[in-house]
């Protein structure tokens, strides 16, 4: 089964830090996506990458930056942390010969 | 731009009280169209892909069919295990992001 892997569940960060959420994949995926999800609004997507070191903006990625040096892992920056970035974050991943996207357990990060 | 609309927000169903759920989409160019099923405080979970008008997929209670204008998730006698947030999404013309409709929470009561 593919694994995608989330490095924390709940995070609470104070306004202004600096906050890194890791992503790992155990199956070998050339791409991979980070989406927010809001009541109300669905999922939308910030960054995704599709090879290491490669990586494109989505829908929306004001405030955010993404790092992939490695195959397996993507990591989700938040350079200065606000409050309206409180949200539960999903990382995904997928084998681009494949249809479907597999999805970490989410990490909710509030930001006070 | 690629659009996603679900309906209704949220459906309360009796145990056994069969359903559907609606997804209307326009995209550029359907590369396959995507059921997932999440629970509170999950990541969505894979359930069915449809590529093509008249495609029909099934799995256990489940059933999704599609036209060239929206997919139906018909839930057929449900349990309250089958109660989660229903999310459908499309890929379309651009094959590395999937555009999500905002979802569909199914509470099934005994």
């Known amino acids: 089964d593919v694994k995608v892997t989330q490095s924390s569940r709940y995070l609470v960060k104070r306004t202004g830090e600096k906050v890194f959420l890791e992503c790992v994949q155990d199956m070998d995926h050339e791409n991979m996506f980070w989406y927010r999800q809001d009541p109300g609004l669905g999922l939308r997507l910030i960054y995704f990458s599709y090879d290491v070191k490669m990586k494109e903006k989505g829908d929306i990625p004001e405030g955010y930056s993404v790092s992939r040096e490695k195959k397996e892992r993507f990591s989700l920056i938040l350079e200065s942390a606000s409050t309206n970035q409180t949200s539960m974050y999903l990382c995904?991943?997928?084998?681009?010969?494949?249809?479907?996207?597999?999805f970490g357990q989410g990490t909710r990060l509030t930001v006070v | 731009e690629d659009q996603v609309t679900q309906s209704p927000e949220a459906l309360r169903l009796q145990e056994g009280e069969s359903s559907s759920l609606n997804c209307s989409y326009t995209v550029s160019g359907l590369r396959g169209l995507f059921w997932y099923r999440q629970d509170p405080g999950k990541g969505p979970e894979f359930l069915f892909t449809l590529y093509s008008a008249g495609e029909e997929k099934e799995k256990e209670r489940l059933k999704a069919t599609l036209t060239k204008k929206e997919s139906f998730l018909h839930i057929t006698a449900p349990k309250p295990e089958d109660s989660a947030t229903y999310l459908c999404?499309?890929?379309?013309?651009?094959?590395?992001?999937?555009?999500f409709g905002a979802g569909t929470t199914v509470t099934v009561r005994a």
């Open positions: 999404a499309v890929g379309g013309s651009n094959d590395y992001k999937l555009s």
């Open positions: 995904a991943s997928k084998d681009p010969a494949g249809p479907e996207a597999f």
